[in-house]
């Protein structure tokens, strides 16, 4: 797996790792979102070599946000695992689809100030949210509105940006609670802030790290397609039962060295993680419509088919 450029807008490169070109293997560009624990197959399928055994060499670029989408209609990137902004998109009618899912539960934990210790608690305060009327904005909402609050009524939201400016945010007294993910949710409550609720107790619906791909793509080289879904269930499934192992990995790859966060962390991820790489429809129904809410205007139904195609995974299976 190699890394390169993309000519696309506001790109962040990172590189992932480096191996000899071979004339055997297809060269392929896929764009990831971040380093995060729901990734992690990707990564695991390219250490352990499973795109090449499959006949791929992967060129994996960081590209943060839509822009991922963006440079995968441009023809920028051949796959991306924007698995979010790939929902979105073709529930907005583009020709893309999610045929892998990674992660089927949202990673978000709602933490809050230390003598904070319940969302009511949260009446008259100020929680921060990364956008407007994105997905972690509706979530806390979602969370809120369960919890008998009004938002920007009983609880006020302030944007506070990407996940490191809400951690500051949050330390410096500046915002009450907010949705992080792992390893920063467990960073803060080491230092006695509190966890008081899980987004996925109150929206399982939600897809972290996934396979997007074009229709065009699926069309004219499904054989690609499958190869690549094939060895990152391999890697997805090799993470799930290889502890030993994936407690030497994350460390490097996260950045990590504490060994009760790493475990703690790994953990979490056997909680998280789609079992093959695909959902039922119900879950994909969910997906749909918790999409719709964010993209707002008016609610048409979106069959399934036109979103996911998860053939793919089932083939490979």
């Given at each position: ?9 506001v ?13 055997q ?22 250490l352990?070599g ?60 709602l ?7 319940s ?27 369960k ?29 009450a ?14 230092d006695?802030?509190n966890?008081i ?5 109150y ?20 054989a ?12 997805l ?20 060295k504490?060994?009760?966060l ?7 991820y056997?909680t ?25 205007g ?15 995974v089932?083939?490979?299976?």
């Amino acid at each position: 797996m190699r890394i390169g450029y993309v000519p696309v807008l506001v790109v962040l490169f990172l590189t992932i790792g480096a191996s000899p070109i071979s004339a055997q293997l297809k060269k392929v560009r896929f764009s990831t979102t971040g380093i995060s624990i729901s990734e992690l197959p990707f990564k695991v399928a390219h250490l352990k070599g499973f795109y090449r055994e499959e006949g791929l060499d992967v060129e994996t670029i960081l590209i943060r946000g839509a822009v991922g989408m963006q440079a995968l209609l441009g023809g920028s990137v051949d796959y991306t695992s924007a698995s979010g902004s790939t929902i979105a998109a073709a529930v907005r009618g583009l020709p893309v689809k999610l045929v892998f899912i990674s992660s089927s539960k949202p990673q978000f934990e709602l933490i809050s100030q230390p003598q904070i210790k319940s969302v009511q608690e949260l009446k008259g305060k100020i929680v921060g949210i990364s956008s407007r009327g994105g997905s972690n904005d509706l979530l806390m909402q979602t969370i809120l509105q369960k919890n008998g609050l009004a938002p920007n009524k009983d609880v006020t939201t302030l944007i506070v940006g990407a996940q490191e400016e809400t951690v500051i945010a949050l330390r410096t007294g500046r915002i009450a609670a907010a949705l992080l993910t792992p390893p920063r949710n467990f960073m803060l409550q080491r230092d006695g802030f509190n966890r008081i609720a899980y987004s996925g107790d109150y929206m399982s619906t939600y897809a972290n790290g996934g396979i997007g791909v074009t229709d065009e793509k699926i069309k004219t080289n499904s054989a690609e397609v499958l190869a690549l879904v094939k060895a990152t269930i391999k890697g997805l499934q090799y993470s799930m039962q290889n502890r030993a192992e994936m407690l030497k990995v994350i460390p490097p790859y996260l950045g990590i060295k504490d060994t009760a966060l790493v475990e703690q962390l790994y953990d979490l991820y056997l909680t998280r993680q789609s079992v093959d790489g695909s959902v039922d429809d119900s879950w994909m129904r969910g997906a749909i419509e918790f999409t719709q809410k964010t993209l707002g205007g008016a609610v048409k139904e979106v069959p399934p088919s036109q979103v996911f195609d998860f053939s793919f995974v089932q083939k490979a299976r």
